[in-house]
């Protein structure tokens, strides 16, 4: 069975820092360009940060110089690195294989 697993998730302060984990499993990531999206409340899901095979990062403008996607293919997982977090990052966060499969989401919370 496909799957990605989030983890990572948690409750923080302004300025402070967080990395989310995926882990792939049921098929090899290596294979395939990864994302992360996040979904605010009342919000549509939006995408945050993309990987392709080759390791090229991509990233929404409001999170740029700021958050940082990476893979580790040996071990299956995908990276989400967040620093100088604001409130306005407060989301469930998603990890997405190119194509169609999703994880559950895991939620972080910025407060002020």
């Known amino acids: 069975q496909m799957r990605l697993v989030e983890s990572g998730g948690d409750v923080v302060k302004l300025g402070e820092s967080l990395t989310l984990s995926c882990v792939a499993s049921?098929?090899?990531?290596?294979?395939?360009?990864m994302s992360w999206y996040r979904q605010a409340p009342g919000k549509e899901r939006e995408l945050v940060a993309y990987?392709?095979?080759?390791?090229?990062?991509n990233y929404e403008d409001s999170v740029k110089g700021r958050f940082t996607i990476s893979r580790d293919n040996t071990k299956a997982t995908l990276y989400l690195q967040m620093n100088s977090l604001e409130p306005e990052d407060t989301a469930v966060y998603y990890c997405y294989r190119d194509g169609d499969l999703w994880g559950q989401g895991t939620q972080v919370t910025v407060s002020s």
């Open positions: 990987i392709t095979i080759t390791g090229v990062p």
């Open positions: 049921g098929f090899a990531m290596r294979y395939y360009a």
